[in-house]
């Protein structure tokens, strides 16, 4: 780790010693050295890039591994950009899961661009700490005019847009768009019922719905005796269902309780299923609750008009988020929500101490981006958006995102083409689930079974101990499959269990992606469901 320096040499000698990386110059943000090092920087991201297949797509260290490898304590004296650098290949790059392989499947994609790295570059050169309007105006300017250009690109209702009487904000995450958007429905109904009565809040969510949800009502202080899932099924998708939502809420009034707030889903997390808005919307507005619409993975492909569709229903609602640093080539965090009324924002989250009183925020004739938010001091985010949708434009990343698709279909045909596979719900968008079947996995397990598993197999009883017995198996082989896949390091997916089937997510959307790669994920998945298979009846014989 660095070099060894010799403490009995004077400090200038020590500095000429390590090989500058800024140390030769007091100021740490000397231009020059800046430059010098910068293009150092960027290289060594370029070729990371350029030689990420080389590496498994997941990371194989084990835990506290970098422990072992660092020092104990920060050094006394600088080191020099070089030796960092080579430290960060050496330990750092062995610990990342690379999201931005083009053999990364997992989760959601996180894509990138260089735009959208340029401009975070930009942002972070500026540093400025955009609270509200005074403190750096142009980072406030440009995020309303950009969260209206990406607001008509998705056509939304211009109630949401500042052109109308809403307004668009950049928060980090999703978690933090649902949270806030929460606390505002909060506030709307205790201010009419008084605070005392919080306890008898309620908030509605399916049971695909983020585990970011149950998170923000357990902040806000919802009951959590008032937290409501409402159950999907497989045979509508896993999405909501409106009568199922309105009987719920009925039951709830009925006992006394107040429903404040309902959030659905387009394009969930397990399998990317799509609440109907419309139908829902209109059960939220008898009751007059607040709904808020998380696409955080979804939204950005309803820029394409053949997918707009899927948030049709969206004017019923009171808010809509997506995250552009999921499929929207812009760098981690960028998450994008609309609200129709940001007063009922800035009611719950603003502060107006005597340090940051100002003639801009008083005249009223600004934004104050503090008060649409949680924290107070805020990126400049929206410069790397600006960048995004400038080098790229709308027809561009309408083509980065369906060259997406066509790859996720080029998928779903080689499993619907194995008889071994099936995919599991419908695809909506990039994103496609599937297993191994349990035909094969029984066909397999009674070659050479005592007939016990072949008596499974013929089990009409989905509650019976047989059936609960072949469900576990064929569950276990596709858990199976997944470990072996991502073990190798080819590839990486995850997984989910919705309506107690084990399923995979192929998840296309890293932005070096291409079909061949797509070819080759398929080969390795169908060679290692070969190999699990063919141990079943070993495995299961007794």
């Not at 499929?327 to 965090?333: A, K, S």
């Not at 080689?414 to 695809?427: G, K, Q, T, W």
Request: with cysteine; proline share 5%.
């Amino acid at each position: 780790m660095g070099r060894l320096i010799d403490f009995d040499l004077p400090q200038n000698k020590i500095l000429s010693n390590v090989g500058g990386g800024g140390a030769s110059n007091d100021n740490p943000l000397d231009p020059e050295e800046f430059r010098r090092q910068g293009h150092m920087v960027i290289d060594f991201i370029a070729d990371y890039y350029k030689n990420i297949e080389k590496y498994p797509v997941l990371s194989q260290v084990e835990p506290g591994y970098l422990k072992k490898r660092l020092p104990t304590s920060a050094p006394m004296n600088p080191e020099s950009i070089e030796t960092i650098l080579g430290d960060v290949q050496d330990h750092i790059v062995p610990g990342i899961t690379h999201w931005q392989s083009p053999n990364y499947f997992a989760y959601f994609p996180s894509s990138g661009s260089i735009a959208g790295f340029l401009g975070e570059m930009l942002a972070t050169g500026f540093n400025v700490v955009g609270f509200n309007w005074m403190s750096s105006p142009a980072a406030t300017e440009l995020e309303s005019i950009v969260m209206d250009w990406l607001g008509q690109m998705l056509r939304l209702p211009k109630s949401f847009l500042f052109s109308g009487n809403g307004g668009g904000v950049l928060q980090g995450t999703t978690c933090e768009a649902i949270l806030c958007t929460l606390v505002a429905a909060r506030d709307r109904t205790l201010r009419i019922i008084g605070n005392d009565n919080i306890g008898k809040l309620v908030v509605y969510c399916s049971d695909q719905t983020h585990c970011a949800f149950k998170k923000a009502a357990q902040i806000a202080g919802i009951n959590p005796d008032n937290f409501r899932v409402i159950p999907t099924t497989l045979s509508s998708s896993f999405s909501m269902c409106p009568k199922a939502l309105r009987n719920t809420i009925i039951a709830d009034v009925e006992a006394g309780l107040v429903p404040i707030f309902l959030l659905a889903t387009v394009g969930t997390t397990s399998t990317t299923a799509v609440d109907p808005l419309g139908p829902l919307c209109d059960v939220a507005k008898d009751y007059g609750m607040w709904v808020h619409v998380d696409a955080a993975y979804a939204g950005s492909i309803c820029i394409c008009p053949e997918f707009r569709h899927f948030i049709d229903g969206v004017e019923g609602a009171d808010s809509f988020s997506f995250n552009a640093h999921k499929w929207f080539f812009t760098t981690l965090d960028c998450c994008c929500l609309w609200v129709k009324d940001p007063a009922a924002l800035t009611q719950s989250l603003s502060t107006d101490p005597e340090y940051l009183k100002n003639k801009a925020t008083e005249s009223k004739q600004v934004v104050d981006y503090k008060d649409w938010q949680l924290a107070l001091s805020r990126r400049f985010r929206s410069l790397k958006l600006w960048l995004v949708l400038r080098s790229y434009g709308v027809e561009k990343l309408r083509g980065f995102l369906r060259s997406h698709v066509k790859m996720a279909k080029v998928f779903q045909g080689f499993v619907e083409a194995d008889n071994r596979f099936e995919v599991v719900v419908p695809r909506n968008f990039a994103n496609v689930c599937f297993r191994i079947t349990p035909s094969a996995v029984m066909s397999s397990s009674t070659k050479s079974s005592n007939g016990v598993l072949g008596e499974i197999t013929n089990s009409n009883d989905i509650s019976s101990p047989r059936t609960k017995t072949k469900m576990g198996l064929v569950n276990e082989v596709n858990q199976k499959l997944m470990e072996s896949i991502n073990g190798s390091g080819g590839i990486y997916m995850t997984h989910s269990v919705v309506g107690g089937i084990y399923l995979l997510r192929f998840a296309v959307g890293a932005t070096l992606t291409q079909e061949s790669h797509v070819i080759e994920a398929w080969n390795v998945v169908k060679q290692h469901a070969h190999a699990i298979l063919n141990s079943i009846p070993t495995t299961h014989s007794q």
